[in-house]
């Protein structure tokens, strides 16, 4: 008899398992790759929540969206990055200089990045819209005097520091391309109960370059350093 019962357990027997460790391994493999392939979809520039890298020639901005309950990004009126519109060839490139030199830098040995990296220094994501870098018009020139040259703004003197991290012109104005770009991408909310700078008042910027922007370190003396964007 108990023999006759050790075989009707047949959800007990080794075959059974080893058959559904197969099928669960395979439908698992199944799963993966279709999930791979939407990810992708996802996350490629052009699409509904990442934008073309032609983004950067209007105005982005971070606004309260009362069906989702949370702040996305709105892209708005031409507003192009340093004055000069650019094809969406020349902008790619602008931004992909801009993301390898976060990479060359090891900027997410400090900060993170769409959340992911280190947590000593504030998160990228919104940094081009963070209210610390002073008005709307001096912000791309602020932004790139700091990258080049972090140790003279007066913020950066106390608490966590950026070093100098030799950044070039180009590599820096580059940088700040990707951050706007990535300030762009709609990331569901995150991060959670951010301002952004207030840019209700201030005019689309024309095709010639804006006059030349104070210094870093003038408009970033009074910035809070537990906000500010690039520091570490």
Known sequence: MAETQTQALW????????????????G????????????????????????????????IDYVFDAGRNFQVPVIGVEEPLFGKKLTEAEAEAMVSHGKLTTQAKNCMGCHTLLGNGAYFAPDLTKAWLD?????????????????MHPELAA???????MPNLGITEDE?????????????IDTNGFPANFKPIDQADAA?????????????ADLAASA??????AQQ
């Open 11 to 26: 959800w007990a027997s080794e075959s059974f398992w080893r058959k559904m460790a197969i099928w669960v391994t395979a």
């Open 28 to 59: 698992s493999f199944v799963v993966l790759i279709f999930l791979t392939f939407d990810t992708v979809k996802q996350i490629t520039a052009g699409t509904k929540r990442v934008p073309a890298y032609s983004a950067i020639n209007n105005r």
């Open 131 to 147: 209210p610390a870098w002073g008005s709307k018009d001096a912000r791309e020139q602020a932004m790139v005097d700091f990258l």
């Open 155 to 161: 913020h950066n003197a106390l608490g966590r520091r």
């Open 172 to 184: 820096a104005r580059a940088t700040v391309a990707f951050l706007k770009w990535m300030s762009s």
């Open 204 to 216: 689309a910027v024309a095709a010639p370059v804006a006059e030349p922007a104070a210094p870093a």
């Open 224 to 229: 809070d350093v537990s906000s500010t964007p």
